[in-house]
């Protein structure tokens, strides 16, 4: 395909865009509503009388960081309607941030009140203070080693299993906390209106606490799956091929999207770990999952034995060449970052999609290309060009060798570029960096679609 052809003259249409917008917007909108709703109240109904700004400003701040830190467990709830306009990645970093201001909203109020009114601070101390304000100190401190354990979890060397109860058990102890603090406070919760709000953010977050945690697991061990091939392949990576263990049709997924994945353990016990599809979207029945060797978990995906059960809970993620309507496609991948591409692939192959297609595939060494011969297949089913780049070429070596850079990118790209639709996958670093040279080519970023491996 050189340089001057067109790759991607049709794009994704006006109203498709306009649909995307608009249910983002609406989520945002929802979010902003339901964490604003206790200060509204607060604010324009028969809340108590106020007693001068600082102290406002405490309690206001009190009430947004509780409210906030309920609604956390919704962010990450993995409710599909709501992660759909952003993909799983961007929700997971809006929770991190969101946890930081409600962190410096809650660590403000007790702080802003001490310099507002002195006497208060004997409050901070647990062996005379009342039992509720003793509840208010332990949600803050809470919620402090919570961020700093989530912020600094690589730095502190906590594994991501532990983490993650802790994360979980910390999380209910500083709302539960804060709760208890504010009913025993009572003062601004007493009026009817305020009651209301609270006992619907209660029953809010117990909701989905349980749903999450219970319903959805017992959903999934439901539907459970069955090992039917593990391979290896190129790379330090498996193959792992899963079939519905009854007659189930399977999941119905877009190329591109992942799935949590549960095998040697059952879905209550938090194991899951997120890998993308790498088959075809056309055969939902048979799932493959390509896993590199990484961790505790992923270097024991060679042990898997055929017939054994997995939980599948999914499909999850916006990453997905199905969301657009692009005449071409350009995909980027790096290292085991191509899998999704693979879906994407094999989809358009069983789809008889004849669209052109091109691909940057990065790795270290030709040796290690996880999928070098799978691609030599979807080279005669489809419209397919592949940039190998290769970070250690072998000698006789004519093809890209480095990184993806924005010199390759220029030199390789059609001539309208600026109207592709992307889709990068790979290390973060390599993201970041195909996504600053693509804006630095002239591509808007709303057409650059990436998924990040990495949540925490
Ligand atoms: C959307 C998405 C799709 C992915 N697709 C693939 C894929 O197709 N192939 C592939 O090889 N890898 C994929 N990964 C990465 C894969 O999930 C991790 O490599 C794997 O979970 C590491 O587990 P471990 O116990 O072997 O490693 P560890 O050494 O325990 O962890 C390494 C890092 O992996 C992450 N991680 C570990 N456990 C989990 C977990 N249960 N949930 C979330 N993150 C975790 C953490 O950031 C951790 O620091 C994907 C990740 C995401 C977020």
Not at 125 to 148: E, K, Q
Not at 273 to 301: C, N, V
Request: aromatic share 10%; proline share 6%.
């Amino acid at each position: 395909m050189p340089n001057g052809l067109q790759l991607c003259a049709r794009t994704t249409s006006e109203p498709q865009l306009e649909r995307a917008v608009l249910s983002a917007v609406f989520w945002i909108a929802l979010y902003l509503g339901v964490i604003t709703v206790p200060l509204l109240i607060l604010l324009l109904g028969d809340a108590p009388p106020g007693r001068g700004f600082v102290w406002d400003l405490a309690i206001a701040l009190g009430f947004a960081g509780v409210t906030m830190m309920a609604v956390q467990f919704v962010l990450t709830a993995r409710f599909r309607r709501a992660s759909a306009p952003y993909g799983i990645d961007i929700i997971y970093y809006f929770h991190r941030y969101a946890a930081v201001v409600a962190l410096v909203a809650v660590v403000a109020h007790p702080l802003l009140i001490v310099a507002d009114e002195p006497a208060y601070v004997a409050y901070l101390d647990p062996r005379s203070a009342p039992w509720h304000m003793t509840s208010g100190l332990l949600s803050v401190l809470a919620l402090i080693v919570l961020v700093a354990t989530s912020v600094a979890r690589k730095q502190l060397h906590i594994h991501y299993g532990g983490w993650r109860y802790s994360h979980l058990f910390l999380a209910i102890v500083a709302v539960v906390a804060a709760l208890a603090h504010i009913e025993g406070v009572g003062y601004y919760a007493a009026s009817p209106a305020m009651r209301k709000a609270w006992l619907a953010l209660i029953a809010l977050w117990t909701a989905v606490v349980v749903y999450v945690r219970v319903v959805r697991p017992a959903l999934v061990m439901r539907a459970p799956y069955r090992v039917v091939e593990v391979r290896r392949e190129r790379g330090d990576a498996w193959t792992i091929a899963v079939e519905p263990s009854d007659d189930g049709d399977g999941i119905e997924f877009a190329p591109g999207q992942f799935v949590w994945l549960t095998l040697r353990s059952r879905p209550f016990a938090m194991k899951d770990h997120p890998f993308s599809i790498a088959s075809s979207a056309e055969q939902p029945r048979r799932l493959e999952f390509t896993i590199k060797e990484l961790g505790d978990f992923t270097r024991t995906i060679g042990d898997v034995a055929v017939g054994e059960i997995a939980y599948v809970d999914g499909p999850h993620g916006a990453f997905t060449i199905d969301r657009y309507d692009s005449r071409g496609l350009v995909v980027i991948a790096g290292g085991i970052g191509a899998v999704p591409i693979m879906s994407m692939l094999r989809t358009l192959a069983d789809r008889g999609d004849r669209r052109p297609v091109l691909f940057f595939y990065a790795c270290r060494r030709w040796e290690r290309m996880t999928f070098r011969e799978s691609l030599e297949d979807l080279v005669a089913r489809i419209d397919l060009r592949i940039v190998f780049v290769l970070e250690e070429p072998p000698e006789a070596w004519t093809g890209a060798h480095g990184r993806v850079t924005q010199a390759l990118l220029d030199q390789e790209l059609p001539a309208d570029r600026t109207q592709c639709e992307y889709f990068v996958c790979g290390p973060t670093e390599m993201i970041r960096s195909v996504e600053t040279s693509l804006h630095g080519l002239g591509v808007p970023l709303a057409r650059a679609h990436s998924e990040l491996f990495e949540l925490v």
